[in-house]
């Protein structure tokens, strides 16, 4: 499969899926086995998941050291990764690490522990980024989240 037809069909793919596994740090995923839905993942010859979402939910994360090596392991394309769902973990910042993906167009970051509003002007750099969920974060309390600046240049 050439790039051109990678990147037409990635939505079509069922995410690479982590979540509800009790992983505590990002290099624990290379020995994991992602949970399986409907569809098989597809790999490409060396193995590598060929999809476009990475879903690492419901774990107990704290940091995301080495997420760029462990996308690279499980991902034939990681600098396509177009969402990656890091809800209900236990982050406390937005990891400069997520910069990198400048495909990136769905983060799911509620119901971990972000405590500053601040942390969200490091997506700015992310081009493609057009849903980003927040809420159940201690940022949630501070004066001004509802009208964050990240949401009113999206619009």
Do not use: C
């Amino acid at each position: 499969m050439n790039q051109q037809d990678y990147m037409n069909t990635w939505v079509q793919e069922p995410p690479l899926d982590y979540s509800f596994r009790s992983i505590q740090i990002i290099q624990d995923l290379v020995n994991e086995e992602p949970r399986t839905g409907l569809r098989p993942l597809k790999r490409s010859k060396s193995g590598k998941s060929l999809t476009q979402s990475l879903w690492l939910n419901n774990n107990v994360l704290n940091d995301l050291r080495d997420f760029n090596q462990v996308a690279s392991k499980l991902l034939k394309h990681p600098e396509n990764l177009a969402w990656i769902d890091l809800s209900f973990n236990d982050l406390t910042s937005i990891d400069p690490v997520l910069t990198t993906f400048f495909n990136l167009s769905v983060l799911y970051l509620h119901g971990n522990s972000i405590q500053r509003l601040g942390e969200v002007n490091k997506l700015a750099v992310l081009p493609r980024l057009r849903s980003l969920t927040l809420h159940g974060n201690p940022m949630e309390e501070e004066k001004g989240y509802r009208n964050s600046s990240w949401a009113a240049q999206r619009r």
